[in-house]
Nanobody
C-alpha cells in the first residue's frame, strides 16, 4: 500500500513558477513509477509527466514539454514537479500517482493516487 500526499499548489501569475511535491509512504519507493496528472473543471484528466523508479526515464505531455520538469528523491520518498512559464491553461487540480514497476502514461495504469493540489494561474 502506498499513500501519497501532494503539496505546493497555490495561486501564481502567468509566467511564474511553482514546485509541487508528492510525499509517499512505504519502504520500496524506488519500485514505483510516479506520475503527475491534472484535471481542469469540465475537462478530462490529462497526463502531465511521469518518471521511472530510479529516475532514469521521464515523459512529458506535449502541453508542458520544455516548461515542466519531474524529478524524484528516493531517499526522501518524494517526487517533484517543477513548473515554469506557467499559463492560465495550466490551471487545474494536480494529482500525484504511483504504479508498481514500469512507467506508463495513462492514468488507469496507476494504482495509487493522492488527494490533489490546486494550481491556479492568473492572467
Amino acid at each position: 500500500q502506498v499513500q501519497l500526499v501532494e503539496s505546493g499548489g497555490g495561486l501564481v501569475p502567468a509566467g511564474g513558477s511553482l514546485r509541487l511535491s508528492c510525499a509517499a509512504s512505504g519502504r520500496t519507493f524506488s519500485g514505483y513509477a510516479m506520475g503527475w496528472f491534472r484535471q481542469a473543471p469540465g475537462k478530462e484528466r490529462e497526463f502531465v509527466t511521469a518518471i521511472s523508479g530510479y529516475g532514469g526515464t521521464s515523459y512529458y505531455g506535449d502541453s508542458v514539454k520544455g516548461r515542466f520538469t519531474i524529478s524524484r528523491d528516493n531517499a526522501r520518498n518524494t517526487v517533484y514537479l517543477q513548473m515554469t512559464a506557467l499559463k492560465p491553461e495550466d490551471t487545474a487540480v494536480y494529482y500525484c500517482a504511483a504504479k508498481y514497476s514500469t512507467v506508463r502514461l495513462t492514468g488507469h495504469d496507476y494504482q495509487y493516487w493522492g488527494q490533489g493540489t490546486q494550481v491556479t494561474v492568473s492572467s
